[in-house]
């Protein structure tokens, strides 16, 4: 489950990063770093059912006599709480010295990948151990120039294989701000992704595209990479007519932020089409957007580079 901290993507084209601390960090790849743990917790319902709840995960695999724990809670079995394992070993501590000792003192956790091998019930018995997989050459990222340091950690469940957990960490030395140029606010960039790709390139040639699940045509918005009804990886796109009404909307004061001018209206835009979906409506003042409104749809550049969709107020509607 890939979650990237914004900031952290190494930027191409910077200088080689095979430097002297990354020969002597290199040299701890396959030392371990925490060895013998012990779960605090047998897998037990409480939690499953606190995580489930907390999730918002309904699937019935997760209740009743032959429940197993969400495959996704593999690493809260091995947490410590706020009163720890103690379980770094001196490698993984001493690393993290020499790192701090040649001036990368930040640390943001970056990233961490998963692999399922059985499932896990109420009553298992886990354990782990941990080793250092991996250090990457020096790396300068929007957070600053460090190392990235993979850490896998085989679990256990009554001592099989259960699954493994790789976390990674950036150790970096913060980026030193330029105070002198300070360049004007701008709207925050749309995170464009594999999931939604297609939505903004819909966008770039002004068509609102909606995606269709291919298995029972249900419509869905935003972009997500299967089907909330019936679970379908398989879909198409239908263009938006470009109608619809306001829904819902809120008129924001504050907290203000850069390249924004409150007092604003937020709106929950209903297309046509039967989706919902944010924007803002133009062409109204704030304290005129009512709920029921009729809005049609434009694209707007809000600057030089970020082109929005946005709903224009259809004239006589204001009230
Ligand atoms: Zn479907």
Not at 244 to 263: E, I, K, L, R
């Amino acid at each position: 489950m890939p979650s990237p901290v914004p900031g952290t993507e190494a930027v191409p084209g910077t200088e080689a990063g095979r430097d002297d601390v990354y020969a002597r960090l290199k040299a701890y790849e396959g030392r371990v770093a925490g060895a013998g743990g012990v779960g605090k917790d047998l897998v037990n319902e409480p939690m499953i059912r606190h995580w489930c709840e907390a999730m918002g995960d309904t699937n019935p695999a997760y209740t009743g006599a032959d429940a197993i724990a969400p495959p996704t809670m593999l690493q809260a079995w091995t947490m410590g709480g706020l009163s720890g394992h103690g379980g770094r070993s001196a490698a993984y501590l001493e690393l993290l010295g020499l790192l701090d000792d040649a001036g990368y003192t930040s640390v943001v956790a970056t990233d961490c990948e998963q692999e399922y091998l059985r499932p896990l019930r109420p009553g298992d018995r886990i354990t782990f151990d941990a080793m250092i997989e991996s250090v990457s050459e020096r790396k300068t990222t929007g957070l600053g120039t460090g190392y990235f340091v993979t850490t896998r950690m085989e679990v256990r469940a009554g001592g099989e294989p259960a699954g493994t957990h790789r976390f990674r960490i950036l150790k970096y030395a913060p980026a030193v701000r330029e105070r002198a140029v300070v360049p004007p606010p701008r709207r925050p960039r749309p995170v464009v992704n594999r999931d939604n790709t297609g939505f903004w390139e819909g966008v770039s040639r002004h068509h609102l595209l909606i995606q269709r699940c291919e298995g029972c045509r249900t419509l869905r918005f935003p972009w997500l990479p299967g089907c909330n009804a019936c679970g379908c990886l398989e879909w198409d796109t239908v263009e938006a007519a470009g109608g619809g009404t306001v829904y819902s909307y809120v008129v924001m004061h504050h907290p203000p932020f850069p390249a924004f001018d409150p007092p604003y209206a937020v709106v929950l835009v209903e297309l046509a089409e039967g989706v919902r979906m944010i924007s803002n409506v133009v062409g109204v003042p704030h304290d005129r957007v009512r709920i029921g409104m009729p809005v049609r749809l434009e694209f707007e550049w809000v600057d030089e580079e970020l082109e929005l969709p946005v709903f224009r107020a259809i004239e006589g509607s204001g009230g």
